[in-house]
């Protein structure tokens, strides 16, 4: 039976959004087929259903989502009574209860819906739907004990109308007050309660907002610049130095379009990094002149200027009335809420009380939140050679809001503020080095030129290559000053990953560094290697390639079932190439007979059942496979990205494997989901792993040359 889970309040401004998109992100880690419910919606687009849609690819049809709108619901009601638009909502939530594994109700959001008892009506629709209920209480702006008594009271109500309460979440209370209302309220109630502080970034509007409200004129500014939250409101009309005295990070500078001092002043201001601002908002639909428009485009380019036709009292008046809201169009504020929600709520705790039973089938979005839920349980700190790229930056706000891991960004700290307050990203929480100026170098240099001593390396020569952020980096990590390293979106692989064979090295357990990549397809992650390194590896370092991937994948909670791929099966070819597999497949069996693996085996034969039938019907391993060895980099290389190109997989890595601290390379065309994704997988890699059944024997001890993915 279909499990529902109903997230609703008792009054408006609960920010129950952030409950709500938690909770969607805890179920879709469980389960591939998630729907939606809202039993009454207004005629406006439903943004948190549009926010869900977007974020979690969901194939629901739009017209099955809503129950009716809150017109119809009056009028039903007040025709037929209650009973019956119970009845016809139930109705159709079922029909979305038929076609998914579990259902998330967006309760009422009382505003306006001339409902006489709201809450006693999102109760009875929680109980005719057959869903456990989490209530949520908004505490902003109120004394602790008043929290306390109203969260108490909602639990009482909800419970006394017959509700299965899952947790009890309190929202937005004052973040000094927030440990002690958990600590009374947990003692005082049979569920869970579980309270969040009140987020300024959350209800700040965004530029883009504020632009739509007011009506305004963009003059200057990009897409990132209007996606900037206002974290405050500065109103100009003092002389330039008070004026930028009173700038504060984040802030909407709000000044008549004819005070072209003060534009400049805050734009330079910006520029400098002293505050980094959201933007600047003349009014009395004054515009600046050309050349001050110029100058303020060259000061401070992507930074939004608006123009609105109205005097400063009454913008302020709009301005302070507006609230950030949560939708499709603030991808940065649905990071925040969930890092918020992640925080603060006992997600194991709050998944066992769900009990949904987890798929059997494993999508790309349940692999990368497993990914992150298993990175953020032991936080580690990774560092980012390219600590000014865009799209690096961009993964760093994503990682950061999430929790994921600590972050180490190299490159000018000047350079990377400002690029980051142009792109509206908060990097506070990072730690920012330069490796030409840091203290670290003259130590990295007398460690490099003492590893490097066999090829001649001093101490002037080394001064010069630990200043490679690559080298900076990864002598960062073999110090133990960071736990792993990510670079690649701008380097070659050789640049990224040549440093970890000169520094770092190989485990004593592996014969060389080899890679794997997660192809994350429709309903299962595959695990292929190699298929960035080893141009032509032999049969002892391909054997040495399957112990690997097979412990990266159980590393990664893919069951290892290996398939030794070549271009025939079992004993029907021969040739030198097919007798190199087969040797390997004879190596990992002598090595570790505790790995399930087959070889040589044709790819069809590997992955699908009606082929291994057929051509091995007495295999444990043929038509199951979930780790694919390729028996050399021209293979694997054109096959992972043929599936991933025509199948439209997602290919996570390479993830390199064998050495002794993690280091990983990042495809240039990486986007800043991968680069999410590769950190989170670094920062799982360094942290403490299971002891092996085994050790693995090795006899070649060579090391290939890193080659281009």
Not at 93 to 114: C, I, N, P
Not at 301 to 322: K, M, R
Not at 394 to 417: F, Q, W
Not at 661 to 676: C, H, M, Y
């Amino acid at each position: 039976m279909t499990r529902s889970v109903y997230v609703t309040g008792i009054d408006r401004g609960d920010g129950r959004q952030v409950v709500e998109l938690g909770v969607m992100e805890l179920l879709t880690r469980q389960v591939d087929r998630v729907g939606v419910f809202r039993p009454l919606v207004h005629d406006d687009p439903d943004r948190m259903f549009e926010l869900l849609r977007a974020r979690y690819r969901l194939s629901q049809d739009a017209s099955t989502v809503f129950g009716m709108d809150y017109r119809e619901a009056a009028a039903l009601q007040a025709e037929k009574g209650t009973d019956e638009l119970v009845s016809q909502l139930v109705e159709r939530f079922h029909r979305v209860a038929r076609e998914y594994e579990v259902v998330l109700v967006l309760g009422t959001d009382y505003a306006a819906t001339q409902l006489p008892d709201e809450l006693a009506f999102n109760a009875r629709l929680a109980n005719e739907f057959g869903a456990s209920v989490i209530p949520v209480v908004g505490g902003k702006g109120q004394a602790a004990d008043l929290v306390r008594a109203e969260a108490r009271n909602a639990y009482r109500a909800y419970e006394a109308l017959g509700c299965d309460i899952l947790a009890l979440v309190v929202n937005r209370v004052a973040p000094e007050e927030r440990e002690s209302i958990a600590e009374r309220l947990a003692a005082r109630l049979p569920s869970p309660c579980y309270v969040l502080p009140d987020d300024p970034a959350l209800a700040a509007p965004t530029v883009a907002q504020i632009t739509h409200t007011l009506g305004g004129t963009i003059l200057l500014g990009d897409d990132s610049g209007l996606a900037r939250d206002a974290l405050d409101f500065v109103f100009g009309g003092a002389m330039l130095p008070n004026f930028l005295n009173a700038l504060t990070p984040g802030c909407m500078v709000v000044t008549p379009g004819d005070r072209a001092d003060l534009v400049v002043g805050a734009l330079a201001a910006h520029s400098a990094g002293t505050p980094p601002i959201a933007g600047v908002l003349l009014t009395l639909n004054e515009r600046p002149s050309e050349e001050i428009l110029t100058l303020a485009s060259r000061l401070a380019p992507g930074t939004p200027v608006i123009s609105v036709a109205s005097t400063s009292f009454p913008t302020a008046a709009e301005l302070f009335a507006l609230e950030g809201k949560l939708n499709a169009a603030t991808p940065r504020k649905a990071e925040t809420a969930l890092g918020l929600f992640e925080r603060h709520v006992n997600t194991g705790e709050l998944l066992e009380r769900l009990a949904v039973a987890r798929s059997g089938r494993v999508t790309p979005m349940m692999f990368e939140h497993e990914l992150l839920e298993q990175a953020r349980a032991d936080r580690r700190r990774v560092v980012l050679p390219e600590g000014t790229e865009e799209r690096v930056l961009r993964a760093a706000d994503v990682l950061l809001r999430r929790s994921v891991c600590e972050l180490t960004l190299l490159g000018d700290p000047e350079t990377i503020r400002k690029k980051s307050a142009d792109l509206g990203i908060d990097l506070s929480a990072a730690q920012l080095i330069d490796p030409h100026t840091s203290e670290l170098r003259t130590r990295f240099a007398e460690r490099y030129a003492q590893l490097r001593a066999h090829r001649g390396a001093t101490v002037e020569l080394a001064y010069d290559v630990v200043a490679d952020v690559n080298y900076f980096g990864t002598l960062m990590v073999q110090e133990g000053l960071a736990d792993g390293m990510v670079s690649g979106s701008v380097h070659s692989t050789a640049a990224t990953i040549r440093p970890s064979f000169e520094i770092i090295k190989t485990r004593s357990d592996a014969a060389i560094v080899s890679s794997v990549f997660f192809m994350c397809l429709a309903d299962r992650v595959l695990v292929y290697g190699d298929c960035a390194v080893n141009p032509d590896p032999d049969a002892e370092q391909l054997a040495d390639i399957a112990i690997q991937s097979a412990a990266t994948a159980a590393r990664f909670g893919v069951e290892p079932r290996i398939a030794m791929l070549s271009y025939s099966t079992g004993t029907s070819g021969s040739g030198a190439d097919v007798d190199k597999v087969r040797e390997a497949t004879k190596l990992v069996r002598s090595r570790r007979p505790d790995l399930k693996i087959e070889g040589p085996i044709q790819y069809d034969a590997a992955v699908e059942p009606s082929v291994a039938a057929t051509k091995l019907p007495d295999s444990e391993v043929a038509g199951q496979a979930t780790v694919l060895i390729f028996p050399d980099l021209n293979t694997g290389n054109n096959t992972y990205k043929a599936v991933q190109r025509s199948a439209g997989a997602v290919a996570v890595g390479p993830v390199l494997q064998g050495l002794r601290k993690p280091v990983n390379d990042l495809s240039r065309g990486a986007l800043v989901s991968d680069i999410v994704n590769t950190v989170a997988i670094t920062a799982i890699q360094s942290q403490p792993e299971p002891q092996p059944q085994s050790q693995p024997q090795s006899q070649s001890q060579s090391q290939s040359q890193p080659q281009s993915a």
